[in-house]
């Protein structure tokens, strides 16, 4: 049995996998508990609709619904007025942020409970963004792990937003460093090891792990044009036939490596939707020859943006819920993938 846990933990992400070896891996962590602006943003706008609807129906049928323009929301004086900054918008901002607050999870208090006394085989930082790695030094005090992936990056210390930033980061640093008892491990495409290529006995096998991207000219190309989310370890599991494909915050370069290196072979049965679902991780062709199952994506219900029509047209429109190319897509969820099944 493989099982893979899709968290959602606002403003980043967090995957994590309970391989049929038994072993834990956890691709990226966050655990600062918050949305990012834009995800914010734009729950906000669907909380005022949703506000604005209510109050409004009550007057569609005359009255003051006659005053909809007055409140420039075509929907009654009371709902243009909650929608623009009225009285409704303290309501929409608690019901927003008190929705976020049940819906977060916190990746550390989530092993302990699932995993209870497992410590992590892996952890694989897919690149070095504040918001892939916040919780570092938590999770290795309070969980630990055994083996860290990194990126051979030269990315330079970036503004932090607090202290706890800081920490991480300069835990970061120290993990990289000769000091630290763990070697950061940083493969790239091709790489085959035992416990994630390979059985001890040299066999195919292992935990099925296969590494996509980056290469090391890729690498280096990000590090001069300083693209760290090009840099993004890119990696599929395969279990009992089928596959999932998580591709960090992968962007329109590091998907041209993909689709000109493996074309036809990047077919994938499912896709964790690149950079939280954003239209910036979207590349049409590399959606076309993956053509999953099910795509999953990590952050509101109206971030992917973009649907595909049967002819491979975009059009810019919200999904509700998100499709591509006919292809269901959901919010973060649990996937558990048995033995045939």
């Known amino acids: ?65 006659g005053l909809g323009g007055f409140g420039g929301s075509g929907g009654g004086l009371l709902g243009g007025l909650a929608g623009s900054g009225g009285f409704g918008i303290l309501s929409e901002y608690a019901a927003v942020a008190d929705r976020a607050k049940r819906e977060l999870t916190d990746p550390i208090e989530f092993l302990k409970r ?12 897919t690149h070095p963004d504040l918001d892939h790695m916040r919780g570092l030094k938590a999770l290795y005090e309070n969980i630990g792990f055994a083996n860290f992936w990194d990126t051979n990056h030269t990315k330079a210390k970036p503004d932090f937003r607090g202290d706890a930033d800081k920490y991480d980061w300069n835990f970061y640093q ?57 840099l993004s370890i890119v990696v599929r599991i395969h279990h009992a036939g089928q596959s999932i494909l998580l591709s960090g915050d992968a962007e329109q370069s590091a998907w041209d490596d993909m689709v000109r290196f493996y074309g036809n072979r990047l077919k994938s049965s499912f896709l964790k939707a690149s950079h939280h679902g954003r239209d910036t991780g979207y590349h049409l062709n590399a959606l076309r020859l993956i053509a999953p199952i099910m795509t ?26 998100p499709a591509i190319m006919g292809i269901s897509s959901y919010r973060l969820t649990t996937m558990a993938l048995g033995d045939g099944s």
Request: contains cysteine.
């Open 174 to 230: 120290w993990l990289r460093s000769a000091n630290s008892p763990l070697k950061p491990l940083m493969y790239t495409r091709g790489n085959s090891y035992f416990a994630f290529g390979k059985e001890q006995n040299g066999m195919p096998g292992g935990d099925n792990i296969e590494i996509l991207s980056p290469t090391p000219e890729l690498v280096s190309e990000c590090n001069t044009a300083e693209k760290s989310n090009d």
């Open 114 to 125: 699932t995993y209870r006394n497992e410590t992590l085989w892996r952890f694989i930082l």
């Open 1 to 65: 049995m493989l099982r893979v846990h899709f968290l959602n933990v606002g403003h980043g992400d967090c995957t994590i996998i309970k391989h049929h070896s038994g072993r834990l891996t956890m691709i990226d962590v966050n655990n600062s508990q918050d949305s990012d602006p834009e995800t914010f943003a734009e729950e906000l706008e669907e909380e005022r609709k949703k506000q604005r609807n209510a109050l409004s129906g009550g007057f569609s049928g005359g009255g003051l619904g």
């Open 296 to 321: 999953l994506y990590l952050s509101g219900e109206s971030q992917i943006r973009t649907r595909v029509t049967s002819t491979g047209n975009r059009q810019d429109e919200r999904c509700h819920p």
